[in-house]
């Protein structure tokens, strides 16, 4: 029988910040430093949170909040344990899952996650998704690219950028309740955001990254989380 694998098993507590993030979330169920996830009643705990990803946004977001703190081994320790609980779950796999993928940067793992959730729940490009979009001084455009998760959640991305010169910022809200998300009117850099054609958001974005990289200049580490909403328009060119 093969030995279950425990994220408490790492140390996580050499991590002030993280270990904060844990005690202070309204999870109970997160993995924790002192190996009691094991303890039936815990585990029962734990499968009780882990079926609350469906439902509840608080824990969604602790879960995203917590997991992007962790590092790889951690991480493989979290997933090794999904692997075993999930199937046992009445939720779906993508409520589990999505909270994860919505901060996961590696390929390995994010691959790994998108076979948990399985091909039929997977997110294909920003379907359903909306753009705001105003002009700043000097003509940059800045805007908030909103995409569906699962459920009632979103992610955003704000960005400023100008087509034929690149990327001057941008910050990534991996998973947001949708009723919180960004509307028509609201102010970025000094500039009113209005509705704007996704796909037009999207096409300057990715002249945007082409133009970045050309000028042999790193991309903003917000933009590597939401490469799938550009590898498409890029033809063979993706983002790194």
Known sequence: MTERRDPSSVDLTQDPALDAAVHDSAAPGLPAPTGALLDPRILAAWREWLAA????????????????????????????????????????????????LSVESDAARRERIEEA?????????????????????????????????????????WCRYLPEDGIAWARH????????APGPGMLLDGAQLEATPIKLVIEELCHAILAQQ???????????????????????DPLP
């Open 53 to 100: 990803l469906a439902t509840d946004a608080e824990a969604a977001i602790a879960a995203a909040h917590v997991y992007g703190e962790l590092g790889p081994e951690a991480r493989e320790a979290w997933l090794d344990v999904l692997a075993e609980d999930a199937p046992k779950l009445p939720v779906p796999p993508v409520a589990i899952y999505a909270p994860l």
């Open 214 to 236: 050309r000028k042999g200049a790193e991309l903003p580490a917000s933009l590597q989380l939401c490469a799938d909403l550009f590898d498409a328009q890029l033809e063979g």
């Open 117 to 157: 959730i399985g091909a039929g729940e997977r997110a294909s490009g920003p379907a359903g998704g909306f753009a705001l979009r105003g002009i700043a001084a000097g003509g940059d455009r800045v805007v908030a690219l909103v995409t569906p998760l699962y459920l009632r959640f979103v992610r955003v991305l």
């Open 173 to 180: 809200d991996p998973i947001v309740r949708a009723e919180e």
